[in-house]
């Protein structure tokens, strides 16, 4: 491990760099810490891939981060490894790890009034029903819609494109439909995937007044600031005055990880360590 | 190797299902032979991943076609792979492989009266710049454009839907944009990827009146059949007259692929078989 400092490392892991904006979140609710991020973008995305696989690689990229990188806490920033793999991340590493799902679910809850809640996602994210399920164990009902075109929409930079509008309206007029067919009224929609709080000014304006919408990052950040706290009072040395440390590492492309993370950030990645996870 | 049949096996690669375009091609011009396809679905898109990490996958799926499946002949169906490893394949494997950029290029020379040549393809090939050489050794001049979002729109099954016609649009308008300011007069456009055969009614709706749409598929599965043919001779066995057979593989995602492969070969693809490259 290359923590010189004596803070705790908090290890934050995405398929990709969509992550990022959880690692935004987080540097907002509890700056001063070493964050360890990791995209395994040699082997992106996870959203359309098997349960198996998803675990296989998402168990390889936690070991990294709590093996080689000291991580003493797991953010699992990736809605899919979150909804499909985080039971067998949570066995396979000895720290606490925390996923998207249940804190966007638990956000969910608080924003809703109706009950009724709207969900979008990968599709791997809604073939799990994992945010259906979390929502339903809170008395909520939800409906879920994978929106496969939005990632690429992202990654193609037209987050404020007149075809990005009109996909997402299609997506949410689909979605609604659906709802209504169930007579349910939503009044929340929660973006479940990393990438979609990118679209958020688009999506906002593609849904009706009075519906809220939900970055299930931005709550994965605030749950895990809590949780850490928590374990942090018996850690003297984790303090907001110290300065931010953050390393980032990725398993392939780290140029365009260097290119297209500050986007997600909201501020330069920095150098981008290359990882070989053997994948 | 599983070849019961005295039949030499064509081995077919892609990193996903768009490959079965270039199945489907040989299917036609070379039926009653034995062939088996590999879609290394657990680590597509290859588009967007560095060099590196495509030659090795492409060389781990060659060695499975070539090793356990018998294969004395590879077509590299994957446009990505052809341009990034095609040296690095045939370095690995003690067959002939033939990738389809070089036979794209020579449709390219047959169909342009002008030698100019437009090329629209993923990311990483049209980085990789291999059209483009491909195109200068015979003597024409071209100009690449990557369109990352057209494979997802394939995927989610938008073929014929306006917003794919609207992003073909954008796309070519920007392509025919840099060529008319390299004072070119472009009359053929090269289909750079696997996918995009299936977009070919909107690509030919978008481009003017005398331009020739190419399919590198096509052209590919024609350059094997005329090399194959050659080996052939001396193999009294490989004859039209036989059965075709047809043994699909893919590392992940096996009902995927047999839902969505039958829309790319334009025939059911049968029983998938799961295989782990370990990657």
């Known amino acids: 491990m290359i923590n010189s400092s004596t803070r705790p490392t908090i290890g934050v892991f995405d398929s990709g760099f969509g992550g990022l904006t959880v690692l935004q979140a987080l540097l907002t609710y509890l700056p001063g810490a070493r964050y360890a991020f990791l995209g395994d973008t040699a082997r992106l995305p996870y ?3 098997s349960r198996r696989t998803i675990a296989r690689y998402a168990i390889e990229s936690a070991h990294f ?11 699992i920033a990736c809605n ?60 909520l009902r939800a409906v879920e819609k994978a929106c496969p075109l939005l990632v690429p929409l992202v990654e193609e930079g037209w987050t404020n494109h007149p075809i990005t509008a ?17 007579a349910m009224h939503p009044d929340a929609l929660v973006l479940g995937c990393t990438h979609y709080p990118l679209l958020r000014p688009l999506i906002e304006a593609a849904v009706p007044p009075g519906v809220q919408v939900i970055d299930s990052a931005a709550a994965a950040a605030h749950a895990a600031v809590l949780q850490f706290n928590g374990r942090a009072a018996a850690h003297p040395a984790s303090s907001g005055e110290q300065q931010t440390e953050i390393h980032c590492f990725a ?29």
Do not use: M, N
């Not at 966007?104 to 979008?120: F, M, N, P, Q, Y």
């Not at 007029?173 to 659906?178: H, I, P, Q, T």
């Not at 392939?252 to 994948?279: A, Q």
């Open 47 to 49: 959203g359309s891939k």
């Open 166 to 182: 009109e996909v997402i309206r299609i997506y949410l007029d689909e979605l609604w439909a659906e709802a209504t067919q169930k």
């Open 65 to 75: 981060l709590v093996r080689e990188q000291g991580a003493e806490f797991l953010v």
């Open 251 to 279: 398993t392939d492309s780290v140029e365009k990880f260097e290119r297209l993370g500050s986007r997600f950030l909201g501020r330069p990645v920095g150098k981008v360590g290359l990882v070989d996870l053997g994948g």
């Open 80 to 139: 899919t490894a979150s909804a499909l793999a985080l039971d067998a991340i949570q066995d396979a590493v000895p720290v606490p790890v925390l996923g998207v799902i249940e804190p966007g679910a638990k956000a969910a809850l608080e924003a809703s009034r109706t009950g009724d809640v709207l969900v979008i996602a990968t599709d791997a994210t809604v073939q799990s029903h994992a945010y259906a399920s979390a929502c339903h164990a809170r008395g």
